[in-house]
């Protein structure tokens, strides 16, 4: 009798659970904890100053095409006004994260190959 109230006891709640499911809408929001964020962030930044920098020696040494060390200068201004975007977001812990400035940072990384 026992096992018997355990397994509609877990039924009931199951099917509670899908029946709610099926009528609740995803909201579309990934939440991420603020410091999780934060301390991503700066690791993010700091990768960036090491590949910036690695990028500089290879244009101060010529390895790299001058189109792509032209394109470096504009990826830093780039950087540099995305991160003064992120920054501001991360100073005001109501506001959010916009993730297309951040998608942006990392594209921008990404772009940067001799």
């Not at 003064?84 to 772009?111: C, R």
């Amino acid at each position: 009798m026992g096992v018997i109230a355990v397994v509609l006891a877990g039924l009931l709640l199951t099917g509670c659970s899908l029946v709610s499911s099926a009528f609740t809408k995803p909201t579309g929001r990934i939440t991420i904890e603020r410091q999780s964020f934060i301390n991503t962030y700066a690791l993010l930044k700091v990768l960036t100053i090491r590949m910036l920098a690695d990028a500089d020696a290879a244009c101060d040494s010529r390895i790299w095409p001058i189109h792509t060390c032209e394109q470096l200068k504009d990826t830093k201004r780039e950087l540099q006004r995305l991160d003064l975007s992120i920054q501001a977001k991360i100073e005001v812990p109501e506001s959010e994260i916009d993730w297309a400035v951040v998608m942006k940072v990392i594209g921008a990384l990404a772009s940067l190959r001799p």
